[in-house]
């Protein structure tokens, strides 16, 4: 079993930046490619970034592309989410998941989600 924490969420000012963090523990970590995805109210989750295994391939969905930076530390089993010059509109529920194949957006590939942190951008 994995398991996935995520940390660093919080209350912002547009503009500003945070640094989401999501610890995974329980299987070899560079066997998952790790993904980022977000939950407004009232809306669907959505893919936000991914990363491949080795972290040598990166994907951003369209509306952080050059915002956000996805990185990991394979000898840490730590993903991170590098989120800069924030809008209101990036409020949600931010979501670490696990895939062991290769995949961007796919949701229903991801089998292992952590619980979320909150991220809140105050206009």
């Known amino acids: 079993q994995v398991q996935l924490v995520e940390s660093g969420g919080g209350l912002v000012q547009a503009g500003g930046s945070l640094r989401l963090s999501c610890a995974v523990s329980?299987?070899?970590?560079?066997?998952?490619?790790m993904g980022w995805f977000r939950q407004a109210p009232g809306k669907e989750r959505e893919f936000v970034a991914a990363?491949?295994?080795?972290?040598?391939?990166?994907y951003y969905a369209v509306s952080v592309k050059d915002r956000f930076t996805i990185s990991r530390d394979n000898a840490k089993n730590t993903v991170v989410l590098q989120m800069n010059s924030l809008k209101p509109e990036d409020t949600a529920l931010y979501y670490c998941?696990?895939?062991?194949?290769?995949?961007?957006?796919?949701?229903?590939?991801?089998?292992?989600w952590g619980q979320g942190t909150q991220v809140t951008v105050a206009s």
């Open positions: 990363i491949s295994k080795s972290g040598a391939t990166t």
């Open positions: 998941a696990a895939a062991s194949r290769t995949v961007v957006g796919e949701q229903d590939a991801y089998e292992y």
């Open positions: 329980g299987r070899t970590f560079s066997s998952y490619a």
